[in-house]
């Protein structure tokens, strides 16, 4: 016990733990340093080993150097091997010549801890560990160090649970969203309500579970869960637009789906209201799902919104003349369409000649009283 507190009282300096937490031991003076013998030693050995801190971590940095000067100040010693300590805390050198050494671990040049009589041999490969953990290094910890590595080790302990945590709340995710997709409702519901129960703060997971709601049918359920992402993203430190325009919008469309034209208009408003650029395809989406629905009055307010945003889109004209064709008359057995009708077809064309509706434009339009659509072409081509 002599030697090693005399050891420790000429060799020991700084502890430097894990997350940059540097607690000191007795000195702080840097040893000298040597470079390592670059001429091969006849009947070399060889050290390997492992540098773990005092509360088991492994040390990412720093030197392991050895010695056979003990007598020595801390800070005239001379060392003749020095091997860098990896990210790991591994480290490993050669060429050394054989014999009784004291190995010192040095981070920031400042020695940490030691180990002496390293017993090195001709033709072997030593495995020595620094385990900070053992007994004889703890007994030379402060009453202060101790508390803080203990502070430390619970901090860490906390931590490694947490990421536990999450690793099986984003495979519930990834799972949730894959069943989804596949039309597996019900099992999607089951992981992503388990995802919610362990890490509930987060949006992205209720708009998970909206989606596989809304995918089942349950769209009041949908509903609750779009808010909740909502008022979460709108919570955090930085909330994001896009998230909460795809929360809106699908709530818009649980709305639709529900029978509540006028809710899920409102919460498309919000959509286009929170992501700008992308307001003519929210506004598209609101007609084009109201539309289905048969809610033809309102899906004509909403693809007005969506031409407005984006007049280029020809899908909106074919729903646009789709809106108001239901409304037309007929006269002498030749169909009256009402005003904006014939506009929205042929802008149709104009736009995409050969879409997927080009026939059924061309057919509805032939089927329309002439002198309505012949007055239409006219007023166009005085336009140009």
């Known amino acids: 016990m002599n030697r090693w507190k005399k050891l420790l009282r000429s060799t020991l300096s700084v502890s430097a733990l894990a997350c940059a937490v540097m607690l000191g031991t007795t000195t702080s003076a840097a040893l000298a340093q040597s470079q390592n013998e670059d001429m091969p030693v006849a009947g070399a050995g060889k050290v390997h080993g492992h540098i773990t801190n005092a509360i088991g971590e492994p040390m990412t940095s720093g030197e392991v150097k050895l010695t056979q000067d003990r007598e020595s100040e801390a ?6 091997y020095t091997f860098p300590v990896d990210k790991n805390g591994d480290f490993k050198g050669d060429n050394i010549k054989p ?6 671990y040095f981070q920031d040049n400042k020695s940490v801890d030691f180990i002496d009589h390293v ?8 495995l020595q ?3 900070m953990t053992r007994e004889e290094y703890q007994k030379t910890l402060t009453e202060e160090q101790k508390k803080q590595y203990a502070e430390i080790k619970k901090k ?8 536990a945590k999450v690793a099986n709340v984003n495979a519930l995710l990834l799972k949730g969203r894959d069943e989804t997709k596949n039309k597996n409702f019900d099992a999607a519901i089951a992981d992503l309500t388990q995802a919610t129960q362990v890490k509930g703060d987060e949006s992205i997971i209720w708009n998970a579970l909206g989606d596989a709601q809304y995918g089942a049918k349950k769209y009041d359920e949908a509903i609750t869960s779009y808010q909740k992402s909502i008022d979460l993203n709108a919570a955090s430190k930085k909330p994001m637009a ?3 325009a795809s929360d809106y919008s699908q709530m818009g469309l649980a ?3 529900s029978g509540k034209p006028t809710d899920a208009m409102q919460a498309f408003e919000k959509a286009a209201a929170a992501e700008p650029a992308k307001a003519g395809s929210y506004y598209y989406n609101a007609a084009a799902v109201l539309y289905n629905a048969g809610k033809t009055d309102e899906a004509g307010a909403a693809i007005d919104k969506a031409i407005a945003a984006d007049p280029n889109k020809a899908e909106s004209y074919y729903i646009k003349g789709q809106t108001l064709i239901g409304k037309s008359t007929v006269k002498n057995n030749k169909i009256v369409p009402p005003p904006g009708t014939v506009e929205a077809y042929e802008k149709y064309l104009e736009l995409d000649p050969n879409g997927r509706h080009a026939a059924d434009v061309k057919g509805i339009l032939a089927g329309f009283d002439e002198t309505v659509v012949n007055e239409y072409r006219a007023r166009r081509g005085k336009k140009k």
């Open 75 to 80: 800070s005239k010693r001379k060392f003749t």
């Open 99 to 104: 014999g009784d050494y004291l190995l010192v």
């Open 119 to 126: 017993d090195i041999k001709n033709g072997v490969d030593t």
């Open 129 to 131: 560990n620094v385990d």
């Open 156 to 163: 860490n302990a906390g931590a490694i649970a947490n990421n």
């Open 242 to 244: 896009d998230v909460a």
């Open 255 to 257: 709305y639709a789906m």
